[in-house]
């Protein structure tokens, strides 16, 4: 089979399965993000309080950390969720935001990928950089310049460096594990122009992963489906703020017919 062909039957299975992601979110994104978590075809459940973030997670398919927004309380929660998730064996995919932007995202970033087994890392290139130890070029969330820095090899090395699956998220994306590398060309210009276009794919990847066993193919057809809706999206709307109500119509519509015939993934 295609790694196209795989990435459709990955959606079939999340469409039937319906995982519930547990998302402890960017309060920046969290409606675009819970948005696009149900038009693919998943359950979201924002739960923040660490009165209640291990019960929520111990009925979770999936767990995603957002640095987006962080503060002491949400970094317990954090903690207690992903330990619960990590007893279960579901997924926890990390969402740096900012990892480079001040010492606290830093230090908070580490913490996290060194008290809990994280499934998957999904950063831009800044970010990725960031988390390396490596000059990020990073002006608040965001990465300037980022075509001087290789996508590839930051995935690569992140995945070594971590003992986990990596997704660097540009132009271009790419995906790393275990010394393989999947490049995925989908997507299109106006999504680094919308607040959330990150938040969402990292929720989007662990709804992937959480139906499928292979974490780096899992992530790749889950960028591939959103960069494909983003294409269909952007054909249809204006500019970034029409974008977004249209890639969750897209994201909604697309099948894995539409995913097999349209997803550019590749090995590198």
Known sequence: MTPAGRAAALLEVLRARRPLVHVMANLVTMQAVASATRAVGALPVMALAVEEAGEVASGADALVLSLGTPTRERLAAMRVAGREAA?????????????????????????????????????????????????????????????????????????????????????????????KVWVVENGHHWLAATSGSGCMVSALAAAFCAVGDDRALAAAAALACFGLAAERAAARAGGPGTLVPALLD???HLGPADLEAGARLREA
């Open 87 to 179: 007893r279960r064996g579901a997924p926890v995919v990390l969402d740096p935001v900012g990892a480079g932007a001040t010492r606290y995202r830093r230090s908070a970033a580490a913490a996290l990928l060194d008290e809990l087994p994280i499934a998957l890392i999904r950063a831009n290139r800044g970010e990725a950089a960031a988390l390396l130890g490596r000059p990020h070029l990073l002006r608040g969330v965001e990465t300037e310049e980022p075509e001087r820095l290789d996508g590839a090899a930051l995935a690569a090395a992140l995945a070594q460096a971590f003992g986990t699956t990596a997704a660097v998220t540009g132009a271009h994306d790419h995906v790393a594990a275990a010394g």
């Open 250 to 252: 897209a994201l909604y």
